[in-house]
Nanobody, 123 residues
Framework: QLQLVESGGGLVQPGGSLRVSCAASGFTLDDYTIGWFRQAPGKERERVSCISSSTGITYYADSVKGRFTISRDNARNTVNLQMNSLKPEDTAVYYC????????????????WGQGTQVTVSS
């Protein structure tokens, strides 16, 4: 059974950094395109970043560009999202998701999802 598990969330002050990780069991993450999404209370789930399986091309939402970095750690079968210069508006539950093929922005295009990890940016 294919499973994704996020970790690394927590409470951080504005301007701080946090790294969230997505670990896979039952499959090799490098074979899949991985998207990081977030959902704040009362808002729709949105994609913040994605890394393509075939080309390694990365995508970032405008709101996180220059602050977040997505990367693969194939030795650990994980995909990480390094988040720097965090703002209160980054507060959300962060989810990783996997799909075959290219990066897509739509939630429905992803086949496998983790349970999410809470990131709270507050002083």
């Amino acid at each position: 059974q294919l499973q994704l598990v996020e970790s690394g969330g927590g409470l951080v002050q504005p301007g701080g950094s946090l790294r969230v990780s997505c670990a896979a069991s039952g499959f090799t993450l490098d074979d899949y395109t991985i998207g990081w999404f977030r959902q704040a209370p009362g808002k729709e789930r949105e994609r913040v970043s994605c890394i393509s399986s075939s080309t390694g091309i990365t995508y970032y939402a405008d709101s996180v560009k220059g602050r977040f970095t997505i990367s693969r750690d194939n030795a650990r079968n994980t995909v990480n999202l390094q988040m720097n210069s965090l703002k209160p508006e980054d507060t959300a539950v962060y989810y990783c998701a996997a799909r075959r093929g290219s990066c897509q922005i739509e939630v429905a295009k992803y086949d496998y999802w983790g349970q999410g990890t809470q990131v709270t940016v507050s002083s």
